[in-house]
């Protein structure tokens, strides 16, 4: 059975810096894609980090570009997402997914997810 892990969220003054960890147990890590979506209270869910299996191909959606930074570490079975200069509307609720292929809106598998909140 997958499963998809997240952690490292919690509570942040705005500018402050979370990193958020994934694993993945069941899956050999280095064959899928993965990403992190993020989900806000009343809002759409949305994709803001992509890596591809290898870590070479990267996306990271307008509003976290330059401030996020997706990784992995395929000899630890983990991905990362570090996050700087946090502010205020970045507080949401936070997924990582896994899929076969790069980049997908509806990945194959789901975390359970980890909070961010940010405070002003």
Known sequence: QVQVAESGGGLVQAGGSLRLSCTVPGLTFDNYAMMWFRQ????EREKISCISRSGESQYSADPVKGR???SR???????Y???NSLKPEDTAMYYCA???YYCQ???EY???????????
């Open 81 to 83: 997402l570090q996050m």
């Open 40 to 43: 806000a209270p009343g809002k």
């Open 68 to 70: 996020f930074t997706i």
């Open 105 to 107: 809106s509806s990945p």
């Open 73 to 79: 570490d395929n000899a630890k079975n983990t991905l």
């Open 110 to 120: 789901w975390g359970q997810g980890t909070q961010v909140t940010v405070s002003a």
């Open 98 to 100: 896994a899929d076969l």
